[in-house]
C-alpha cells in the first residue's frame, strides 16, 4: 500500500538551533499534514498544507507543500525544550489517511 | 471546548476477556476513525467509520470489533480473540471538506 517516508529517523540537536525534516511519497498527494506527538500523548495538527508550493507557518513551525506534490518539508527555528516529541506527516488516501514513520527530535540543553 | 475524549486513559485485560474503549467527539464531524501505535511503530488502522450505522475494517481488523450508534460515538471493543492487545489506541476524526484529522489523547491497553 501507499507508504510516506520521513527523514532523518531521529535527530539530537543543541537548545537554540533551527531543524529540518522531511517527507516524501511516491505518490501525489493533494494535501499534507504535519504532526506532533508528545509520550503517551495523542498527535497534535501543526500544520495542513492544501496546495503545491504553499508555505504556511505556525510560530516557529514552518512547512512546505513540494512542487511536485510528492513531498513536505517542516522546518522548526530556534528549537526549545518542549520541542522534544516525534513529528511525523500524513495525508488523505482514498477514504482514510496514511502516515509517515515519524522522525523523532531531542533537544539537549 | 471541542475535541475527542478518550477514556479510559490507561486500561488493563485479563486473558479471555473483552474490553471497550471509549471515543466520543463533539466536533460535528462525520468520519471517525480507530488507530492502533505499537513502540517505535507508525499508525496502523483498526477500523473506521464514514457515517451512522456504517463501518469499514482496517488494516488489522482482527480481534477487533465497533459500532456507530450515534454520530459522536465510537467504541472500540478488544476481544479475546485479539491475542497481542498491548498497544496504544488512538481515535480520530474528520471533516471531509478540511481533510484535517484530529486525534485524542489515547488509551493505553496492557494485559495484566
Known amino acids: 500500500g501507499q507508504q510516506l517516508n520521513q527523514s532523518p529517523q531521529s535527530m539530537f540537536i543543541q537548545e537554540g538551533e533551527d531543524v529540518s525534516m522531511n517527507c516524501t511519497s511516491s505518490s501525489i498527494f493533494n494535501t499534507w499534514l504535519w504532526y506532533k506527538q508528545d509520550p503517551g500523548e495523542g498527535p497534535v495538527l501543526l500544520i495542513a498544507l492544501y496546495k503545491a508550493g504553499e508555505l504556511t507557518s505556525n510560530g516557529r513551525l514552518t512547512a512546505q507543500f513540494g512542487i511536485t506534490r510528492k513531498d513536505s518539508f517542516l522546518n522548526i527555528s530556534a528549537s526549545i525544550p518542549s520541542d522534544v516529541g516525534i513529528y511525523f506527516c500524513?495525508?488523505?488516501?482514498?477514504?482514510?489517511?496514511?502516515f509517515g514513520p515519524g522522525t523523532r527530535l531531542s533537544v539537549l540543553p | 471546548d471541542g475535541g475527542i475524549t478518550q477514556s479510559p486513559k490507561y486500561l488493563f485485560r485479563k486473558e479471555g476477556q473483552n474490553v471497550t474503549l471509549s471515543c466520543e467527539q463533539n466536533l460535528n464531524h462525520d468520519a471517525m476513525y480507530w488507530y492502533r501505535q505499537d513502540p517505535g511503530q507508525g499508525l496502523r488502522l483498526i477500523y473506521y467509520s464514514q457515517i451512522v450505522n456504517d463501518f469499514q475494517k482496517g488494516d488489522i481488523a482482527e480481534g477487533y470489533s465497533v459500532s456507530r450508534e450515534k454520530k459522536e460515538s465510537f467504541p472500540l471493543t478488544v476481544t479475546s480473540a485479539q491475542k497481542n492487545p498491548t498497544a496504544f489506541y488512538l481515535c480520530?476524526?474528520?471533516?471531509?471538506?478540511?481533510?484535517?484529522?484530529?486525534f485524542g489523547s489515547g488509551t493505553q491497553l496492557s494485559v495484566l
Open positions: 480520530a476524526s474528520s471533516i471531509a471538506a478540511d481533510i484535517k484529522l484530529f
Open positions: 500524513a495525508g488523505p488516501y482514498g477514504q482514510n489517511f496514511v
